[in-house]
């Protein structure tokens, strides 16, 4: 299996709730990210959340980390037409003199009008 | 706004042509990264490079080359690619430790015919 797991795609109305869920295998990540990528751009940075934690906020994203389960989710509250991209997962691991990002293949989250 | 640059935006070349992409960061970071991005295919770390030296080569083929001449500059090289190299191809930079979180440019889009 792959290392970091996604559903390939999301719709959802405009104004709803947007949950994009992950999940991850290596259990010695210590920090866990949400990018986001609109189309012909690169990847933005949206959150990212230390694995002590279960939950964190900004806004109108929540994520929530259930390191047991090693299982991540990302929240868009009151999602907008605007939110419309593609939503990676990555987690973090140290290599040889660096640290990597290992990401999934991302959710295209699609906001219905 | 991205303090990473990305050039050429768009490339298209033949398979025995010899091209470069250059990638410039703006904010200070000690460490470049290349990606390869595919359609249906996770994110690819292709190379790092950290303050200059590169740490991490991941069993890319010799076609790409790979060039940091200081930390705010990271080439890669291109010759005799194949079309199942088409691809977006993005740079990245980070201060280098775990926490600090990756910097994306905007990605040179290349196809080869």
């Given at each position: 299996g792959e290392d970091v797991e996604q559903s390939l795609f999301l719709s959802v109305r405009e104004g709803d709730?947007?949950?994009?869920?992950?999940?991850?295998t290596d259990s010695s990540s210590t920090y866990l990210y949400w990018y986001k990528q609109e189309p012909g751009a690169g990847l933005q940075l949206l959150t990212y959340i230390f694995s002590n934690m279960d939950m964190k906020q900004d806004q109108r994203l929540t994520v929530l980390l259930n390191?047991?389960?090693?299982?991540?989710?990302?929240?868009?509250a009151d999602t907008q037409t605007g939110d419309s991209a593609i939503y990676f997962c990555a987690e973090s691991?140290?290599?040889?003199?660096?640290?990597?990002?290992?990401?999934?293949?991302?959710?295209?989250?699609s906001v219905i009008p | 706004?991205?303090?990473?640059?990305?050039?050429?935006?768009?490339?298209?070349?033949?398979?025995?042509?010899?091209?470069s992409l250059k990638c410039e960061q703006h904010l200070g970071h000690n460490a470049m990264?290349?990606?390869k991005q595919s359609a249906k295919k996770p994110l690819e770390l292709m190379f790092v490079y950290n303050f200059k030296e590169?740490?991490?080569?991941?069993?890319?083929?010799?076609?790409?080359?790979?060039e940091c001449p200081n930390s705010s500059h990271l080439f890669l090289h291109l010759h005799?690619?194949?079309?199942?190299?088409?691809?977006?191809?993005?740079?990245?930079s980070s201060q280098g430790s775990e926490r600090d979180t990756q910097y994306f440019g905007p990605g040179t889009r290349l196809t080869v015919l």
């Open positions: 709730s947007s949950v994009i869920n992950c999940t991850y390191k047991k389960d090693k299982h991540l989710s990302l929240r868009i691991r140290s290599g040889a003199g660096s640290y990597q990002l290992t990401f999934g293949k991302g959710t295209k989250l | 706004e991205t303090g990473v640059t990305q050039t050429p935006r768009h490339l298209v070349m033949g398979m025995t042509n010899k091209k990264y290349w990606y590169q740490t991490e080569n991941n069993s890319v083929p010799s076609r790409f080359s790979p005799t690619l194949q079309p199942e190299d088409s691809a977006l191809y993005l740079c990245a």
